[in-house]
């Protein structure tokens, strides 16, 4: 059953797109500052996937509240299923899905949590 998830692979959004990027699929709120949307090359931006305006702004991406940001924005996944779905929709068929993000950190963003979320609790795998 795994073999027909796709592999997951991280991105930020001001890196130049790549042939092996698969799907691509923004998962911020927000659209990344400076970038056009023809230059970004995404398959689709599914903006219910990020963090709520209210746990973004609490983290601001201070990475001393990295671990309770980490467990809500996971809390907060689990009642995202349908916004889930649609995004691993979208990259049927793409051997690879790239999920792409907008914060400087490439250790501390919601993107690394997103992954590690659909690898545990969707695609049974970690």
């Not at 990020?50 to 001393?64: I, K, Q």
């Not at 996971?74 to 999920?99: F, P, V, W």
Request: charged share 30%; aromatic share 8%.
């Amino acid at each position: 059953m795994a073999a027909q998830h796709p592999h997951i692979q991280l991105k930020r959004a001001y890196s130049e797109p790549g042939r092996q990027d698969g799907c691509r699929v923004l998962v911020d709120g927000l659209w990344p500052r400076g970038i056009k949307k023809e230059a970004l090359h995404i398959d689709a931006w599914c903006r219910d996937v990020a963090p709520s305006v209210e746990l973004r702004r609490w983290f601001g991406h201070r990475e001393e509240l990295w671990p309770q940001f980490r467990e809500r924005y996971m809390e907060e996944l689990k009642s995202h299923a349908d916004a889930i779905d649609d995004m691993l929709e979208s990259a049927k068929g793409h051997s690879t899905l790239t999920l792409i993000y907008g914060a400087r950190d490439e250790e501390h963003n919601n993107a690394v949590v997103l992954r590690e979320y659909l690898l545990r609790h969707r695609l049974g795998r970690a």
